[in-house]
């Protein structure tokens, strides 16, 4: 069974940064690919950014040139640096885990950029 929690989450001001990290736990390959996801109500799941186990990353058009990614493969660990926020950034942002052909979700962590 693999288990992820989030944090880092909160209420931030336009043009504010944020930290998000997500840790797994539980039987995890060292071949993975990980990422963040964001959902708003009444809209899909969408991918923000991900990261394989080698490094290799893509991104959301939306959040080029302001969010990285980045993981820590000892820790089983995924983080997303969120610079220049803007309103429309406001969502749950899920961490997500793919290996083995099996996704894993965490329980999700509030962002809202609000003035």
């Known amino acids: 069974q693999v288990h992820l929690v989030e944090s880092g989450g909160g209420l931030v001001q336009p043009g504010g940064s944020l930290r998000l990290s997500c840790a797994a736990s539980?039987?995890?390959?060292?071949?993975?690919?990980m990422g963040w996801y964001r959902q708003v109500p009444g809209k899909q799941r969408e991918l923000v950014a991900a990261?394989?186990?080698?490094?290799?990353?893509n991104y959301a058009d939306s959040v080029k040139g302001r969010f990285t990614i980045s993981r820590d493969n000892a820790k089983n660990s995924v983080y997303l640096q969120m610079n220049s926020l803007k309103t429309e950034d406001t969502a749950v942002y899920y961490c997500?885990?793919?290996?083995?052909?099996?996704?894993?979700w965490g329980q999700g962590t509030q962002v809202t950029v609000s003035s």
């Open positions: 539980g039987s995890i390959f060292s071949d993975n690919r």
């Open positions: 990261i394989l186990s080698g490094g290799s990353t």
């Open positions: 997500n885990i793919v290996m083995n052909w099996l996704s894993y």
